[in-house]
């Protein structure tokens, strides 16, 4: 199970940190993502890490401004986002894929969080 947590409402410009956090197996063997969806859209990829932390993949709209990281120990994935735009606001969904390796593929994650809520007002 995933559980997302770390959304809010913040200013164009604030940071919000999101927690992903795994319980009944452990997340050192999957490839983890955060991916989102706006009303009315797709859910898209937003940022994705492999099993180790050592590659990462970022979404060309949050390059520089996002930043993933995994704490295998504690069993959580990060997304650490700063200088947020209106059109960063979605709902913020991790998955997880049974994979070393990432995907950009949103249909190769198996396991998924149940989503958290980002509003950021201009």
């Known amino acids: 199970q995933l559980q997302a947590c770390g959304g809010g409402l913040v200013q164009a410009g604030g940071s919000l940190r999101l927690s992903c956090a795994a319980s009944?197996?452990?997340?050192?063997?999957?490839?983890m993502g955060w991916f989102r969806q706006a009303p009315g859209k797709e859910r898209d990829i937003v940022s994705a890490?492999?099993?180790?932390?050592?590659?990462?993949y970022y979404a060309d709209s949050v390059k520089g401004r996002f930043t993933i990281s995994r704490d295998n120990a504690k069993n959580t994935v990060y997304l650490q986002m700063n200088s947020l735009k209106p059109e960063d606001t979605a709902v913020y969904y991790c998955?997880?894929?049974?994979?070393?390796?990432?995907?950009?593929?949103?249909?190769?994650?198996?396991?998924w969080g149940q989503g958290t809520e980002v509003t950021v007002s201009s």
């Open positions: 009944g197996r452990t997340i050192s063997n999957y490839a």
């Open positions: 998955a997880a894929a049974r994979s070393g390796s990432y995907y950009i593929d949103t249909l190769r994650y198996e396991y």
């Open positions: 890490i492999n099993w180790s932390g050592g590659s990462t």
